[in-house]
């Protein structure tokens, strides 16, 4: 079937189902011909929370699913495939935050969303790369514990004064295996170009940045911006989607490695088939559902 044909039968389908389709900014770019809302973690958990469809098409990683079915617990969440995880929520468990936590009795948790439902229920609150510096504000803690992500953890805490940020050792190791040398490397080829880079990455990279933020944070404030070239620290999806959006200006993503395998499973096929056949429904324990979705909304509230 053509890309057209796959396209009109997934938006029929939509209809008839009373479904929306929720697209990440590293999905394949021609997922967002059939998304109803396309951005980063944040936008996409409120417009889960929000929606008053009846399914929820979730494309992008297993815990993404699983926060749209925590906010959303009477709606069908569906992930069109279960092997899309996340190698960064993979890195910490609940046993394992529980031994983290014992040693720092006292300490608020602060839980990335890139984590399990299990994680995020042993949370005080969570955050996503787009509030991180708001939400450890927002605790008015002398100290905090942050999982999984040391490095947007680290990132944070180079953000504010006064504030400890305990790191548990996790990360992505897309954004974690971006060095200085890549930077510097992409610079002296691209002397004008400004540096965008995700807060996943290491702090000696972010540190080199014009400007640090999450994916939808980056193509908005390039769309706005005078400059023409730009330097993408993070994963293809960003620099596909400003190569749609912004023909007249130059992208030159950091290296060619900067691709998650996970977020590039789904294909148009994919999302029909999901319709389709109602696949694969999110479950969740209802009492971790229950402790993580505290976490969730304690987020939220804070409105940033
Ligand atoms: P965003 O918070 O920008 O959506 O990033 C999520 C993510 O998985 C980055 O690797
Ligand atoms: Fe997880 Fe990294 Fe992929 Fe983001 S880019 S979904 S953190 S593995």
Excluded: W
């Excluded at 494309?59 to 969440?77: C, D, H, N, R």
């Excluded at 897309?174 to 004008?192: C, F, M, N, R």
């Excluded at 993580?292 to 909304?297: F, G, K, R, T, V």
């Amino acid at each position: 079937m053509s890309n057209i044909d796959l396209i009109k039968k997934i938006n029929d389908l939509k209809k008839e189902k009373k479904a929306i389709v929720l697209a990440h900014t590293y999905q394949n770019v021609e997922i967002d011909e059939v998304a109803d809302y396309s951005g980063d973690s944040l936008y996409l958990s409120r417009m889960a929370a929000k929606t008053d469809a009846d399914i929820i098409v979730f494309a992008g990683v297993y815990f993404m699913a699983e926060t749209a079915k925590i906010l959303s617990p009477q709606k069908t969440v569906l992930l069109p495939n279960l092997s899309a995880g996340c190698a960064m929520a993979d890195k910490i468990n609940l046993e394992q935050l529980r031994t983290f936590k014992s040693q720092y009795p006292g300490v608020p948790v602060v839980c990335y969303v890139n984590s399990t439902a299990a994680v995020k229920s042993e949370a005080d609150i969570c955050c996503t790369s787009a509030n991180a510096v708001e939400v450890v504000k927002s605790l008015n803690a002398k100290e905090v514990l942050f999982v999984p992500d040391q490095h947007l953890g680290s990132y944070v805490e180079s953000q504010l004064t006064d504030v400890k940020v305990i790191t548990y050792p996790g990360f992505c190791p897309i954004h974690h295996d971006i060095t200085v040398e890549d930077v510097l490397e992409k610079k002296s080829v691209y002397p004008a170009a400004k540096v965008y880079v995700h807060p996943e990455c290491r702090k000696n990279v972010t540190q080199l940045a014009d400007f640090v933020g999450s994916t939808t944070a980056i193509i908005r404030n390039i769309k706005n911006s005078s400059d023409s070239e730009f330097i993408i620290v993070t994963e293809k999806g960003v620099v596909e989607r400003l190569e749609r959006d912004c023909p007249d200006k130059k992208f030159i993503l950091i290296n060619q490695k900067a691709i998650c395998d996970s977020m590039k499973l789904l294909h148009l096929e994919d999302i029909l088939h999901a319709l389709e056949y109602n696949k694969y429904e999110i479950t969740i324990d209802e009492q971790i559902a229950k402790k993580a979705l505290s976490s969730i909304d304690n987020m939220i509230k804070i409105g940033a």
